[in-house]
């Protein structure tokens, strides 16, 4: 008995006899979207800061996600499996299918499995930062349950990843953007307000703050509270500290790859994506599914995590369909066949399977 293997690029269907062949093994990469700001969000809002309805990034209510953007579990390839009628339906009409089709229906062979090499991770990141210690509790979340699954992770962005989505786009094995996405501010931003005509009314109102400890700064945020030159000093070096962190963490993922020097590349400057490249920030430019597919060959699946419609996964499966030869005389089918993915980008296939996340746009 034979297993066609479409994960090889030499795959010679001339010679194939489908009476021996008993399964149809091919490539799986498991893709998680994330996009929103990272923020600690414990009252489980949908509340974004920037994109609207998009939810915030954290390791609340990513931690389940990401742990699932590792596996593959009985449902999906439940549904991957009967997603192979439709690549049967491709296969050639010749006198060894033929032969194979009529002893499927007598019962003296079984039909053709669906073989899926789980071969990849990926993380389509979407975000213009927030909270560095989201950021920092995110990525290493991704690193750790890549690490433990071993299998390489790919991270991805086509938009933004700045500051805390740059931290997240860095956690992974190799990194990719549009050229057009901006990618980099890797610094630290905070803020200082003062309204100064209500900080006059509220002295003459004689508010308070009572501590207890010489370096309680509960008076630091407030915006109607003269601060001192100590609490700005003591806010900067905070700052420093923590941009410190994020510059020793981008050197550890990113090592010789950063080709610029420091004070060229940890500024908190954005970069078009094909300028990120440049200075080693990025390993490659494009979008996500134009780079995977270049990796593993038109026979690969992109499933996102929690989609469950199989009608979405077996119509995913058009690019295995795609490498069958047609039957002599008909035209083989389009490439544009090959590039069906469950995409943050089409409505009907931006459904997650969780109760807290609805819509990516």
Not at 1 to 9: A, Q, Y
Not at 281 to 289: A, Q, W
């Amino acid at each position: 008995m034979t297993i066609l293997d479409l994960t090889k690029s030499d795959v010679n269907f001339d010679e194939i006899n489908w009476v021996e062949v008993t399964g149809i093994k091919f490539p799986v990469v498991k893709v998680l979207p994330m996009r929103g700001s990272l923020a600690t969000d414990f009252d489980g809002t949908l509340q974004g800061h920037r994109y609207g309805a998009s939810p915030h990034l954290n390791v609340e209510k990513y931690s389940e996600l990401v742990e699932s953007l590792f596996e593959l579990d009985d449902e999906l390839l439940a549904q991957i499996d009967s997603g192979m009628e439709r690549v049967i339906k491709s296969i050639p009409t010749n006198e060894t299918y033929k032969t194979h089709s009529d002893l499927v229906e007598k019962g003296e062979k079984e039909p053709l499995k669906a073989i899926a090499e789980f071969t990849a991770s990926a993380a389509l990141i979407e975000s213009c930062g927030g909270s560095p210690s989201e950021s920092y509790a995110l990525a290493e979340k991704l690193r750790r349950t890549a690490k433990l699954s071993n299998r390489p992770l790919f991270t991805f962005s086509e938009h933004i990843a700045a500051s805390g989505g740059y931290f997240l786009l860095s956690a992974g094995d190799e990194a990719y953007a549009s050229p057009l996405a901006d990618i980099g501010s890797i610094g630290v931003v905070t803020e200082l307000q003062k309204l100064n005509w209500w900080g006059r009314l509220w002295n003459k109102i004689d508010f308070r703050f009572l501590t207890a400890g010489a370096k309680k700064r509960n008076n630091l945020y407030n915006p109607f509270i003269k601060h001192s030159k100590e609490d700005e000093e003591a806010v900067m070096g905070e700052l420093k500290d923590i941009h410190s962190i994020f510059i020793d963490y981008v050197k550890a993922r990113r090592g010789d790859k950063i080709t610029a020097p420091d004070d060229e590349v940890f500024t908190g400057e954005c970069w078009l994506g094909k300028n990120a490249l440049n200075l080693g920030l990025v390993d490659g430019v494009g979008l996500m599914e134009d780079v995977l597919y270049e990796k593993y060959g038109p026979a690969l699946l992109i499933c996102e995590v929690g989609v469950t419609d199989a009608a979405l996964l077996a119509d995913a499966m058009g690019g295995i369909a795609g490498m069958m030869p047609p039957p002599e005389g008909q035209p083989k089918e389009s490439e544009a066949t090959y590039k069906p993915r469950f995409s943050y980008s089409s409505p009907k296939h931006i459904k997650i399977n969780s109760n807290f996340i609805t819509n990516y746009d």
